[in-house]
């Protein structure tokens, strides 16, 4: 699962609310939405933000596992290899 507690973070270190994303920058009150519940972004909207904020894609999001990515993980590993 792709979570963006780091944005939050990386927006307050650099003193960005997301009022000033919204009027100044005219990012999306709906992208922020999704941010917010960690919920699939574009990578533009990744990249736009990386621009806005002067920072690196792994200060705005972290990949962390779920049980889905686990599970998927056990099926990937028990199809035999190929010779």
């Not at 792709?2 to 999306?28: A, G, N, P």
């Not at 519940?37 to 574009?42: A, D, F, H, Q, R």
Request: glycine residues 4%.
């Amino acid at each position: 699962m792709i979570i963006y507690d780091r944005l939050w973070k990386t927006m307050r270190e650099k003193q960005i609310s997301q009022y000033r994303l919204i009027q100044y920058y005219h990012f999306s009150a709906g992208q922020i939405g999704r941010l917010k519940k960690n919920e699939y972004v574009s990578t533009h909207t990744i990249e736009v933000l990386c621009k806005i904020l002067g920072c690196n894609v792994e200060d705005v999001m972290e990949y962390r596992p779920d049980e889905t990515d686990s599970e998927t993980q056990m099926a990937a590993d028990s199809i035999p290899e190929k010779s």
